[in-house]
């Protein structure tokens, strides 16, 4: 299967901790797929910015999403009201969407606020890691290592107990 996951988050990752982390998994994912990883630039946000200031953060940010979309990725959103799944579930998931004939699947972060309706509405499926909030950095972290466990469950590999 030549699947490619393409990873697209607003904002730089500064912390080497966390990109020594994310190019640990994204070499363990190497034997399965390509993974690319999209980092956009996130609009500084005033404190106390205003909702209607906070709504064109959020469009802005939505924008240089979706030129990183094409039109035939099949596009999961991290969003907190999103669906939650155990690991299982979320690796049928992947392993459904190739099967539809998908090779590229596109996992999307938004920066600090979140994401724009529009970015929502374009995604084929919302999921949510929890209530918890984490820094969107941690994130993509927590995220790769999950796309990596979703591989290991596929493959019956005993990385996953």
């Not at 969107?136 to 995220?143: A, D, I, T």
Request: glycine share 6%; no cysteine.
């Amino acid at each position: 299967m030549n699947m490619k996951i393409k990873i697209v988050t607003v904002g730089k990752l500064k912390e080497k901790y966390l990109k020594d982390g994310i190019a640990e998994y994204t070499k363990r994912l190497s034997r399965f797929t390509k993974v690319e990883m999209v980092e956009l630039l996130d609009e500084k946000t005033p404190d106390r910015a205003s909702d209607l200031e906070n709504q064109q953060i959020l469009e802005k940010e939505g924008n240089r999403i979706l030129a990183k979309v094409g039109d035939r990725e099949y596009v999961i959103a991290l969003a907190i009201e999103g669906q939650q799944f155990p690991s299982e579930k979320f690796s049928q998931i992947l392993e459904e969407v190739t099967v539809r004939g998908y090779s590229e699947i596109t996992f999307v972060i938004g920066g600090s606020l979140g994401l724009s309706p529009a970015v929502k509405k374009r995604a084929n499926l919302l999921m949510s890691f929890g209530k918890l909030t984490l820094p969107h950095q941690l994130m993509k972290l927590v995220l790769i290592e999950q796309i990596y466990r979703a591989f290991m469950i596929q493959q019956g590999s005993p990385y996953h107990k």
